[in-house]
């Protein structure tokens, strides 16, 4: 089983659309938590940090549940320029600090 | 400008000829790391190093050396590369607490003959 594991997808959405996306993590000592857009093999780029109150940035929503050890991330009224593949990250402190990050989920979204 | 710079972008190599990736960042970080992407597995984690002199290996550091001699620099160096290590290599760095967002290179695509 992978460390950290995302919605295989790809999710293809109309704009508008509300799109969620689902992250679950299995090390214990993972301590933070984000989520990173990347563009078509471009270097990946912070969307967002994750904290446990949850958080909202615009049309992103962030959540995260430390006891089911679920990441979640939800976009709201879909734009073109939402299309990329996002990517669930942990960084893990305990035995290193390591960061671990899933394979991503690819959005399209249409007109 | 703050920025990590990889050099170089692209690099087609023969097997078993060594070489360099150099990483350099300009906004005196403390954590950098190195990453592999590869077409369904997302980003691995090769090495990172704390600070200078100290490095570990993340999860897939076989066939892989780095160095942290300087703050700003962290060189991935293939002594004897083999086609399993054509990918693209992410460079990036961050200020010491795991909650800090990584900074990322442009990448480096390296082939391997």
């Known amino acids: 089983r992978k460390e950290v594991e995302q919605d295989p997808g790809p999710f293809n959405v109309p704009e508008g659309a509300t799109v969620a996306f689902n992250c679950t993590y299995s090390n214990s000592a993972s301590q933070s938590f984000f989520w990173y857009r990347q563009d078509c093999r471009k270097e990946p780029k912070l969307l967002m940090s994750?904290?446990?109150s949850g958080n909202e940035d615009g049309r992103f929503t962030a959540q995260l549940n430390r006891a089911s050890q679920y990441i979640s991330l939800l976009i709201r009224d879909s734009k073109l320029s939402d299309s990329a593949t996002y990517l669930c990250v942990v960084n893990i402190e305990g035995g290193g600090f390591k960061t671990i990050f899933g394979a991503g989920t690819r959005l399209f979204v249409k007109a | 400008e703050a920025q990590v710079t990889q050099n170089p972008r692209y690099l087609i190599t023969v097997t078993g000829k060594k070489l360099t990736v150099t990483c350099s960042q300009n906004m005196n970080h403390e954590y950098m790391s190195w990453y592999r992407q590869d077409p369904g597995l997302g980003l691995r984690q090769i090495y990172y190093?704390?600070?200078?002199?100290?490095?570990d290996k993340g999860d897939v550091p076989e066939g892989y050396k780095v160095s942290r001699k300087e703050k700003r620099n962290f060189p991935l160096i293939l002594e004897s590369p083999s086609p399993n290590q054509t990918s693209l290599y992410f460079c990036a760095s961050r200020k010491t607490q795991s909650y800090n967002e990584q900074f990322f290179g442009p990448g480096t695509r390296l082939t391997v003959l």
């Open positions: 994750v904290y446990s």
């Open positions: 190093s704390m600070n200078v002199e100290v490095t």
